[in-house]
């Protein structure tokens, strides 16, 4: 065993050894996987092995297609078979809500460049004869589906992985973790410490156990898993002898059911409501190669339905049942990436579908280890996309959720109960006696709309407009036409200070930084040139900056503040988190309204717009900004959490005699929908340039050498490929969601335009060879030019909804620079739930275009 190297994995489970093949693809050769027992002693040996491309997040759905790919690959260059099977697979709806779930799922699949279909029962049935089609009302088809051989894919990735330079070190745990003054790591193990630059945590089951070796408590838990497997069938060895083909995989949402061949029988698996947490706190460093208890029991209610729906199944007698642990996050996606507030410490784990994921993972883990960035956008996966909230107990009851509701429908406007309330602010108790609906922002309780009195406050969850829609609307109509208040808590707020601090930012940001008492908007952008936030800052003194910006990406964005900060320590940053709250007021009237709080000149002149301003509101000390995210005439009120109540009280009580409302964030959002305001992680995002995200005015190019200046001006010289635009949609009765496909009518032709996530998903023949760079693949990653005439998908929505005061529904989203400007009738027209609606470019927002109403 070597004594120093590059970089040291941790754990040599199917992700593990992804990771390590990428490094040593990457050029990382000096570099070693350790594993405790053999390879595979986790979770990868008794997995069932299936795979598929389908992701609620396109870019984790792209990082799937990756996968996918790969595995011809690594078994050419390991000379090891990893047994693939690329059957195709079904998903099957049993109720009108369901199909109106796959026909969005499909919709999202055209931009992406897949190959799904909606199919009728009959027609999946021919593919799988077991099922009874009666039960259901429709399916979908994805031809990059199928199975393979778990232990046969790890040992095929380590192979080539070790065929490249990689060592790999069998049967030597790992106890600890020790950091040296220079960021480097000692890493302990059974048979010698290892001096690495960094490591990698690939601990599957023993993730968790890792992190806390280096003081950190990952959101990550097991559960157990049952699939049982049948003996063999004559009914699948008759199919398989007639058709010369194996059965297809399906998933039965109603059962909570996976099933495809194996063998001459069936495997069928289920994600239960019953699920059990394994090792809950800890996790044995004994546990082997082993498995637990079946407890059919559990799954009983599960089996009851799948034998229903599948009565071909229930004749056949079970050979066994497997049950074992593997680990999840709390939404079910992966923790990826470098760990906020420690060197070199990276996480590549809570990887529950290795087999479909585990490529892209160790894909995007080498490129951000190697050259600084995952080269995709990951943040579905990132391991900065959970806070603090995220303890033992609350990932606990999250993921058990999460479990329990794998195959069960997202609605739009559905917020998931467990674990909460976990954070709650002063004003909580007030917002529930004032009839809230309240959502979880970032693990902190947000009022969302305000259901009138006397009315259960409860969503209907809904792929259609629903019982939000008039209240919200009533919400947005008197906060425009008089003075509505608002909890803004839920943004993210920091200061920096420090003889640096100006500098500091001018390097990060995109925009100038402003003078003092002054507010900017500035979007930050990486060494390439792609947004990586997007912020609102004021200068609050001499060498002090307030910074506002996306809750959810307060880590993510931490992450990066302290990459960057300057050793000779003359930066300080400070996140607040909940130790500062805020309220919005918005409105005509709003000016009025603070006038009364105060004691302070707070007319047009005196206190601008864009203005920053420390004053007592109400009594308490308080940061005022003016500004709104609302659009209007309005202010943005900061304080200690022990003033909210306080404020609060003085807001309704003065604003009473101008008719003041209470809003929601969902009317908020409404109202930046007609301002054309984009959104933090729905328009902007890694995968998109500043100039493509619509944000030019916020772009100095000239102002100094900002990280990713070259990038931008690179983008800026030769034109953006891609715009943000806004949509003005002909809806009916339901609104985008966002990650609709957009269609055009085109007769210009504009070349050749690459999709951030769009991707090219293998195709194969009928001998299930590969076909490489058809013209099919190539659709699929990128968006031709066309001159025909003929109605194609061009882009995809990011957000969208109903815009309440102008009364449209409205959509942003990407669309080929050369179609950006083009607002006439007929030319777009946006999929909403498998309906194609008339849609045209508003380039003008269509609340107060000018912006007269804000700088009033
Ligand atoms: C019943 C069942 C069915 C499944 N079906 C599927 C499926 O159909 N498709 C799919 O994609 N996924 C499936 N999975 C999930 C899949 O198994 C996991 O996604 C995958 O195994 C995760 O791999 P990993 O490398 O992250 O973790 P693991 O396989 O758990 O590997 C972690 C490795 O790290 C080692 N290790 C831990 N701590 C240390 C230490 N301190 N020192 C040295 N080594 C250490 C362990 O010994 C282990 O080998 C299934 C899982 C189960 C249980």
Known sequence: MKSHVKAVVIGGGVVGCSVLYHLAKAGWTDIMLIERSELTSGSSWHAAGGFHTLNGDPNVAKLQAYTVQLYKEIEELSGQSCSLHLTGGVMMADTPERMDFLRLAHAKGRYLGMDTELITPSEAKAMFPLMDEKNFVGAMWDPVEGHLDPSGTTIAYSKAAKKLGAEIVLRNRVVDLTQQPDGTWNVVTEQGTVHAEHVVNCGGLWAREIGRMVGIELPVLAMEHMYLLTEPMPEVEEFNKSTGREMIGVLDFKGEIYTRQERNGILLGTYEKACKPWSPVNTPWDFGHELLQPDIDRIAPSLEIGFKHFPGIEKAGIKQIINGPFTFALDGNPLVGPVQGLTNFWCACAVMAGFSQGGGVGLALSNWMVHGDPGFDVWGMDVARFGEWATLRYTNAKVRENYSRRFSIRFPNEELPAARPAQTTPLYDTMLANNAVMGDSWGLETPLWFAPKGTEPKDIVSFHRSNDFGPIGEEVRATREKVGVTEIANFAKYEVSGSGAEDFLNRLMTNRMPKTGRIVLTPMVNEFGKLIGDFTIAKTGEDRFMIWGSSAAQKYHMRWFEKHLPKDRSVRIHRFDQTLVGLSIAGPKSRDLLQKLVD???????????????????????????????????????????????????????????????????????????????????????????????????????????????????????????????????????????????????????????????????????????????KAAEGASAVRGIVDGEWRVVGWVTSGGYAHYVQKSMAQGYVPAALAEDESAGLFEIEILGHRRPARINIEPPFDPSGEKMRT
């Open 600 to 774: 302070v000149d707070v007319s047009t002149k005196a206190f601008r717009f864009m203005d920053f301003r420390e004053m007592a509101v109400g009594g308490a000390p308080c940061m005022v900004n003016r500004i709104t995210y609302t659009g209007d005439l309005g202010y943005e009120i900061w304080m200690a959490p022990a003033y909210q109540r306080l404020v609060y009280k003085a807001i309704k009580e003065a604003g009473e005699e101008f008719g003041i409302v209470d809003f929601g964030m969902r009317a908020l959002l409404s109202m930046r929908l007609e301002k054309n305001f984009p959104t933090w992680f729905r328009e902007l995002r890694p995968i998109y340039g500043p100039f493509e995200g619509s944000m030019d005015r916020f772009i100095k190019l000239e102002k100094n050498d900002f990280i990713g200046r070259e990038a931008s001006a690179k983008e800026h010289t030769e034109g953006p490929k891609l715009r943000r635009v806004s949509f003005i949609v002909d809806a009916i009765d339901a609104d985008v969601m966002g990650d609709e496909p957009i269609w055009a009518k085109v007769s210009k032709d504009f070349g050749t335009v690459e999709k951030p996530h769009g991707y090219g998903a293998p195709r194969f023949d009928e001998a299930g060879k590969e076909v490489r760079g058809s």
